[in-house]
């Protein structure tokens, strides 16, 4: 329009014209109020009515807007497997991407993400609790669902480790302990055998089965002890063999999880079978084993002597207290977060690591400043070697299911008389409650509530020693298979268990019904 035109126009139309122009020239004192819409999601991962995730796979959500990232927290990010199952997890936030992941694991920062359950129904959900960087909420719960299904790569790369990984170990048992030494010197198959050691029968080739079982090897020769670490068959070892000129030398040896952790079937003959991974070795001396080596003193060795089969003390080498606990199984973990018998980490991985780096020697840090009086820091070379491995390592673990009693090894009609009294009267369900029997999730029991205590020898309660000062619940699926019980194993046998109780607590209950109970937990 001309200036010349707009000279035609009514003065009232000129006049708004002219105001209309004034503000686009810019007025400092006004301003255009921001459009306030509520946020809204933008994608998922995975998709919604996706099938068939894989458990691993992050679960992410990303928004049309930057977002409060103070508010993006477990509490409004939440996913449920099966639906109205919540899964523990931690929410980070990508500003950048505008993109909110949900890890299940864990509370700590420390504690390792682990899978979703697998072969679930679950549902992810995102609640009006987010709000995005001018503290708008999103305007109605988003919820998104999928299925999962297990990620068997990554539990298999968690069984290589469980069973083959040292950790870079062998710098404690070669070149601290000389246990290569010893073992081609003096210790034959029979040897191996007699203290606890267990042969994996599905890693020997069909001519070593054949030998075995006609003699035609030797199973008294140190040379044949070389031979089946060489083909990973002894359960636990691994060893670095070199051959030259017909003669296998044992350079390198190290242990793994494995080695107290699983056993054997027996399938071939006692001590020779398929591996029963999970399995607490209560055949393992592994104080006796220690013992052997060439750089203790006899005091050590003394110590190490007086543990026996199927115990081992994870704290001597920190606070010098010969103090031994039972091995304890690996199996049936799924689901509980108090791991250790004093519920030390919130989960798998944190025992993993304090194992792998204080007493097996493998090469990481660990770090607790709840433990001794000035708190515990080890670090074992300059190559973190366990770290990167704890994520898949917990995952097989949880993987494994306690093992089902054998059929005919308890009495049915007795069992259920003793579920009633373990609901009932004999108080048991009171703390061993839940689909996995223990509040361990819940909370600890101190040791003035446990009938394990006081220790044998007099010795300081093993809870004294530990993180926590306190107890866990033990979770009770599998208990027939690894006597002898409670965390010092001063009970023989279930019978024996209850009947600690019975005393301890008062509970009146006869012999008839103290039998009954055992045969419930011998059920389960």
């Not at 004034?22 to 109020?33: E, I, L, M, R, W």
């Not at 299925?147 to 480790?161: C, R, S, Y």
């Not at 919130?346 to 607790?368: K, L």
Request: net charge negative; charged share 15%; aromatic share 6%.
């Amino acid at each position: 329009m001309s200036m010349s035109s707009m000279k035609l126009l009514p003065a009232s139309i000129l006049a708004g014209i002219g105001a209309s122009l004034t503000g686009c020239q810019g007025d400092s004192n006004s301003h255009v109020a921001p459009v306030m819409t509520a946020p809204t999601v933008v994608s998922t991962v995975p998709a919604d009515l996706a099938a068939q995730v894989l458990n691993t796979t992050a679960i992410s959500v990303r928004f049309d807007r930057p977002m409060d990232s103070a508010t993006l927290t477990p509490s409004t990010f939440t996913i449920a497997c099966p639906s109205g199952t919540p899964i523990l997890g931690n929410v980070t936030y990508n500003s950048a991407a505008q993109t909110a992941s949900f890890s299940a694991g864990g509370p700590l920062a420390t504690d390792v993400p682990e899978p979703l359950p697998a072969d679930e129904n679950c549902t992810a959900t995102i609640t009006t609790g987010a709000k995005d960087t001018n503290g708008i909420a999103l305007a109605s719960d988003f919820a998104w669902s999928f299925t999962t299904t297990p990620d068997v790569a990554f539990l298999e790369q968690g069984k290589q480790i469980f069973r083959f990984d040292t950790f870079g170990d062998e710098t404690k048992w070669t070149d601290a302990l000389r246990m290569h030494e010893v073992i081609a010197a003096a210790v034959d198959p029979t040897t191996a055998l007699s203290v606890g050691l267990k042969v994996d029968v599905d890693a020997l080739p069909p001519s070593v089965v054949q030998g075995i079982a006609d003699g035609s090897i030797s199973l008294t020769s140190p040379d044949t002890t070389v031979v089946l670490i060489s083909l990973d068959a002894v359960v636990g070892i691994k060893g670095t063999v070199e051959s030259s000129n017909g003669t296998n030398t044992l350079t390198r040896v190290g242990i793994t999880c494995a080695l107290c952790h699983s056993t054997v079937d027996d399938s071939f003959a006692p001590g020779i079978g398929k591996r029963l991974d999970g399995w607490a070795n209560r055949d393992l001396n592994p104080g006796a084993i220690i013992a052997l080596s060439p750089a203790l003193d006899a005091a050590q060795k003394a110590v190490f002597n007086s543990w026996g089969p199927g115990k081992y003390d994870p704290r001597f080498n920190i606070d010098g207290i010969n103090g031994p606990q039972v091995i304890s199984p690996a199996y049936g973990l799924e689901g509980i977060h108090s791991i250790t018998a004093t519920g030390d980490g919130n989960d798998v991985a944190y025992w993993n690591r304090y194992v792998g780096v204080t007493q097996m020697g493998g090469h990481g840090t660990f770090s607790d400043p709840r433990i001794g009086a000035n708190g515990l820091t080890v670090t074992n070379g300059t190559d973190d070697q366990i770290s990167s491995k704890l994520p898949a390592l917990q995952a097989y673990q949880l993987s494994i299911d306690a093992p089902p009693p054998p059929i005919g090894s308890f009495d049915q009609a007795a069992a259920d008389r003793g579920k009633v009294l373990f609901d009932g009267s004999a108080r048991c369900a009171t703390c061993h409650s839940g689909p996995e029997f223990t509040d361990g999730n819940m909370r600890l029991h101190a040791p003035s509530e446990v009938v394990s205590e006081p220790e044998p020898g007099g010795i300081p309660s093993y809870a004294s020693r530990s993180a926590t000062r306190q107890y866990r619940t033990a979770p009770l699926k599998g208990l027939w298979q690894h006597p002898p019980y409670f965390h010092n194993g001063t009970a023989a046998t279930l019978e024996d268990v209850v009947e600690k109780y019975n005393t301890r607590d008062a509970l009146g209950l006869t012999q008839t019904e103290v039998a009954d109970l055992a045969e419930y937990l011998k059920s389960l």
